[in-house]
Structures are given as C-alpha cells and as structure tokens.
C-alpha cells in the first residue's frame, strides 16, 4: 500500500512540500535548541579561594561512631541558607590544605545533605550554591567521623 493510499493529504503535491518544509525547520529547530543547551552547560572555571578567608559559618561536631583505627573516616554535611533552610544541588568541593584541585566532589541532596570520607589531614571545603558565588570554610583537621553544617 503506498503511502499516498493511507493519507489523503498525501495525494496533494502542495502538501507533501508543506509537510517537508515544516519538517526541514522542525529539525533546525531542534538542532538550534540542542546547541544553546549545550553551550549553556558549559563549566566555567572555579575562582581561586583564598583558603585563609572563610566567608562561610561552619558548626562541625566528631562523631563517636566506633570502628576499627583503620577505618577511612567520612565527613557529612548539610549546607543551609542564612535562614536554616537546606540547599539542594550544590557543589561541595573537599580540597587539602594549600590544595587548588578538588580531591573530591559531591552534589547536595534535596535536604542539602552531602558526604565525603578522606584520610585524616587538614582540609577545608568550597561550595557553590548553583549560580550564587562559591563560599569556602577555614582549614579543619579531620581525625575521625565528623558532620558539619555550612551555613552560607
């Protein structure tokens, strides 16, 4: 059965160039959306953060969890507005003291929880609350299990 059979329309040549025509811009269209979007979603480079200068309050408490001496120990979170309200999708950067690349990242939670486990040593954190600007904590020494808020 051809297709000029199933759809009257078809059958019309003015139609069929319509039904092209529409469908060639369709695709422009499309393609022209993708792009921005991509463009959009490009990184821009994190500024550097005066890791001497914390812009950000932080309440940190040690965890008695127990454990083996072994045990890598974690680091949770939850990052809140000025109000107390949670942060949700967040970066939450941990980087070593002196340290400019991030040695681990993790994305807030709808509740503006994150986690992170890092050997013990001197680290502080940077966050960046979506399109707002990054705030970063003073230097602190993790020896075992310890939750903080960050207050920004």
Same mark, same amino acid.
């Given at each position: 059965?051809?297709?000029?059979? =199933? ?5 019309d040549g003015?139609?069929q160039t319509?039904i092209?025509?529409i469908?060639?811009r369709?695709?422009? =269209?499309?393609i ?13 480079p994190l500024p ?5 200068? $914390?812009n ?5 408490r040690?965890l008695n969890?127990?454990?083996e001496?072994?045990?890598?120990? $974690?680091?949770?979170g939850?990052?809140?507005?000025a109000?107390?309200? $949670?942060?949700?999708?967040?970066t939450?950067?941990?980087f070593?003291d002196?340290g400019?690349?991030p ?5 807030t939670?709808a509740?503006?929880?994150f986690?992170f486990?890092a050997?013990?040593?001197?680290y502080?954190?940077?966050v960046?609350?979506?399109?707002? $600007?990054?705030v ?5 020494t ?9 207050e920004?």
């Amino acid at each position: 059965m051809e297709p000029r059979e =199933l759809c009257p329309i078809l059958r019309d040549g003015k139609h069929q160039t319509l039904i092209k025509l529409i469908m060639k811009r369709l695709i422009l =269209l499309i393609i022209s959306i993708s792009l921005i979007g991509f463009m959009g979603c490009q990184k821009e480079p994190l500024p550097k953060v005066d890791n001497n200068k $914390s812009n950000a309050e932080v309440v940190m408490r040690t965890l008695n969890t127990g454990g083996e001496d072994d045990e890598i120990p $974690s680091i949770q979170g939850n990052v809140v507005d000025a109000n107390g309200g $949670s942060v949700s999708a967040a970066t939450v950067e941990l980087f070593e003291d002196g340290g400019t690349s991030p040695i681990a990242t993790d994305l807030t939670d709808a509740n503006g929880v994150f986690q992170f486990q890092a050997a013990q040593g001197d680290y502080y954190i940077v966050v960046t609350p979506g399109v707002q $600007s990054s705030v970063s904590t003073d230097v602190f020494t993790l020896t075992s299990n310890t939750h903080m808020t960050i207050e920004i």
